[in-house]
């Protein structure tokens, strides 16, 4: 059976189409949306590049992303040959007239031909400096005067900081409304970060314990045993801080902390995000070290194999100051959270790949059992497992079995991969299915931008302005630098990452509390 939520007839101009991200993530991601049968009957993808491609080159290298790179492997001939006719390519500069006067004729042909309203979405999939160019172009050329059927899209980083950020937004808002501005955040078309909003809204238990009265701390943890690969140039302008807390991190920390919506409303959802940046204690220059620490790789082992360290990459500084890693304690100052720290980190050449969130409930207020029935006593912990694992674990206190009254903490698992056996759709489907639909909800707007810039500039003006004497500070293959495990620890507290059980030894030990003879 088809669904029944199809997009309306649709035209997707990718600026950058022969570039990494169309290879990789869009092309793939449409194609899985065609299989899927999402994609409409009237349907084009026009691509706009530099490159001098034939149109069997374009389709031939996009066949080769979609077979390495697709989660349903490799393509069957004549479902891609079926797909490859909504494909075409046009070489053009990106600052040229010609280019944008060629998309205009290309569209009105197609609209002239399917009769019906088309949605006609720019996606620019190129680097940020060629975003002013391409925006104003589109603009100019009144690509983009349906404000309900046009629409244009934007791939982080959303300007390099608040006053870049501000600038770029004015830029997009002389040109259009801001309803037609889509800012991809990949992790919120994550299928485990939706199901955050799905967790805390659709079930009665949890809501009312969601608050300063049961919650101690709030641990986000997203570290990569990666480095910075063939993306020096990028990363020497970025860093840890922009790179990940900036967007993603604080993007999780909202969903986490957000107020219940009423509506599933795509502005009503943006507004409580808001909520939530507004509400962060803003730092002072003068406390940023009590709150905010940074750090580097050195040489290191992953897996095995000696790497190298961050300065000795490919187009970094060789006497670097960027973090490559970067920890810090957040207070939400609301009703709901005060007096709650939220403790972000972020690393690259981690000792393991993972992005979790680790929510740690208070103690219980009395303790009433004996000294020696508690010696593997735990605090309750819900821990929800963004990748690369999906799923949700809960550990309480359970009695093991026997004569005594010995405690043991146990699990509840919720795991995506055991409860569905049907394909998860990677992030970019559903993004690019809602921009089609015009569904703006996992959708970054101006004012949430600018909010998670404002809270953190005042740490990178203090990291740019001082730079570190002891980078590298920490070896790859490790946890990070001791500062980001003292950060946590003056409140008495450890990182915590609590992967999902992955195989039946590992679950018999965590469940052997209960398990009878």
């Not at 290879?23 to 449409?30: E, V």
């Not at 479902?79 to 046009?90: I, K, P, Q, S």
């Not at 006067?101 to 009769?115: A, F, N």
Request: aromatic letters at 12%; hydrophobic letters at 35%; glycine letters at 6%.
């Amino acid at each position: 059976m088809e669904p029944k939520t199809k997009a309306d007839p649709t035209i997707i101009v990718i600026f950058g189409a022969t570039g990494d991200l169309t290879w990789r993530k869009l092309i793939p991601a449409i194609y899985n949306l065609y299989l899927d049968h999402w994609i409409p009957e009237n349907f084009y993808v026009m691509g706009v590049g530099r490159g001098g491609l034939s149109e069997a080159q374009f389709h031939k290298k996009l066949n080769e992303g979609v077979d390495k790179f697709s989660r349903r492997g490799k393509s069957k001939k004549k479902e891609w040959d079926a797909f490859a006719r909504y494909l075409t390519y046009y070489q053009g500069e990106f600052g040229d007239n010609t280019t944008y006067d060629h998309i205009k004729k290309q569209i009105q042909q197609l609209e002239k031909r399917w009769k019906v309203p088309v949605n006609c979405i720019f996606y620019m999939a190129v680097p940020p400096q060629f975003f002013n160019v391409i925006a104003t172009k589109i603009g100019n050329a009144g690509l983009a005067r349906d404000k309900k059927m046009s629409r244009i899209v934007l791939e982080k980083p959303f300007g390099h900081d608040l006053e870049s950020a501000k600038n770029l937004n004015t830029l997009l808002h002389n040109l259009f409304d801001e309803c037609q501005i889509y800012r991809i955040d990949h992790y919120l078309g994550k299928e485990t970060v939706q199901n955050i909003l799905a967790f805390r809204f659709a079930n009665a238990m949890f809501e009312p314990i969601w608050n300063r009265n049961y919650i101690e701390h709030v641990q986000i943890t997203v570290s990569e045993q990666l480095g910075v690969e063939n993306r020096g140039n990028y990363y020497e302008t970025a860093g840890a801080l922009r790179d990940m807390i900036q967007n993603h991190i604080l993007q999780l920390l909202c969903l986490i902390s957000m107020e219940p919506p009423v509506s599933f409303n795509a502005d009503e959802i943006r507004n409580r995000k808001v909520d939530v940046l507004n509400a962060l204690r803003k730092f002072r220059p003068e406390d940023v070290h009590k709150f905010a620490v940074r750090g580097q790789y050195g040489e290191g082992w992953i897996l095995g194999k000696k790497v190298k360290s961050y300065r000795q990459e490919p187009d970094v500084n060789k006497n670097s100051n960027k973090e490559t890693f970067a920890a810090i304690k957040l207070y939400i100052d609301n009703w709901r959270w005060q007096g709650v720290p939220f403790y972000l980190r972020t690393g690259k050449r981690m000792n393991e790949s993972i992005t979790v969130i680790t929510i740690q409930f208070r103690p219980v207020p009395h303790q009433s059992f004996p000294t020696e029935a508690t010696g593997n006593w735990q605090p309750n912990r819900l821990v929800l497992n963004i990748q690369p694992h999906m799923g949700i674990r809960l550990q309480f206190q359970a009695k093991q079995p026997g004569l005594e009254m010995l405690l043991y903490p146990v699990d509840m698992l919720f795991n995506y991969s055991e409860s569905y056996t049907s394909g998860t759709p990677e992030a970019y489907e559903t993004l690019l299915l809602d921009i089609m639909r015009g569904d703006s909800t996992l959708f970054m707007r101006a004012d949430q931008v600018e909010a998670a810039w404002d809270i953190l500039m005042p740490i990178i003006n203090l990291w740019e302005k001082n730079p570190s004497v002891n980078f590298p500070n920490y070896a790859a293959g490790t946890q990070g630098p001791q500062d980001g495990e003292a950060i946590i620890a003056a409140d008495g507290h450890n990182w915590i990452v609590m992967p999902l059980v992955k195989n039946d030894k590992e679950q018999k030990k965590s469940t052997k509390g209960l398990q009878h003879d």
